[in-house]
T-cell receptor, first 111, second 112 residues
């Protein structure tokens, strides 16, 4: 049974660029949440997608947007990248919204 | 005051020791509680989750929740070098609020 998968593993971008990160949920899961984890910090909730709609959003600017596809996979898009966007981006999937299982993450470096 | 407080450590113990990891929280709305283990440069791995006050045991791990004191703990018995990782507590309100709020994590090293 495949767990949560994310791509790419690593990404290097420059300030002002845009980036798209991808996530495939665990088999049988229909809900995808995205988190940002800065070095030495716990993950911070960005937003959650269910039935192809954003169901809840954390305190992140509109530069952060997402999408969920009919097969439950999801994308996170970040526009106008800032140096402070450098972090590990984590995708978590769930069937019930509470027990969330995380993928390995995408490490984004903004230069 | 942060919603969830967790001592970042680091915590270093000898192999076989009992480890106690703790978090406190301020938001009375939190109804479910989780512990995740995160190895360096990897995603968090779910260890334990519980909805109620009291203890929940799974192998060498015991999760304890005291809602009246807003305090949760994770105990690791017979700790092993493979337990060396960062341990994150997480909690959420449940119902129609799906956001998990995490502590900063405690870095644990178990020395052989």
């Amino acid at each position: 049974d495949a767990g949560v998968t994310q791509s790419p593993t690593h990404l290097i971008k420059t300030r002002g660029q845009q980036v798209t990160l991808r996530c495939s949920p665990k088999s049988g899961h229909d809900t995808v949440s995205w988190y940002q984890q800065a070095l030495g910090q716990g993950p911070q909730f960005i937003f959650q997608y269910y039935e192809e709609e954003e169901r809840q959003r954390g305190n992140f600017p509109d530069r952060f947007s997402g999408h969920q596809f009919p097969n439950y996979s999801s994308e996170l898009n970040v526009n106008a990248l800032l140096l402070g966007d450098s972090a590990l981006y984590l995708c978590a999937s769930s069937l019930r919204a509470d027990t969330q299982y995380f993928g390995p993450g995408t490490r984004l470096t903004v230069l | 005051q942060k919603e969830v407080e967790q001592d970042p450590g680091p915590l270093s113990v000898p192999e076989g020791a009992i480890v106690s990891l703790n978090c406190t929280y301020s938001n009375s709305a939190f109804q479910y509680f989780m512990w995740y283990r995160q190895y360096s440069r990897k995603g968090p791995e779910l260890l334990m989750y519980t909805y109620s006050s009291g203890n929940k045991e799974d192998g060498r791990f015991t999760a304890q929740v005291d809602k009246s004191s807003k305090y949760i703990s994770l105990f690791i018995r017979d700790s092993q070098p493979s337990d060396s990782a960062t341990y994150l507590c997480a909690m959420g309100p449940g119902g129609s609020n799906y956001k998990l709020t995490f502590g900063k994590g405690t870095l644990l090293t178990v020395n052989p």
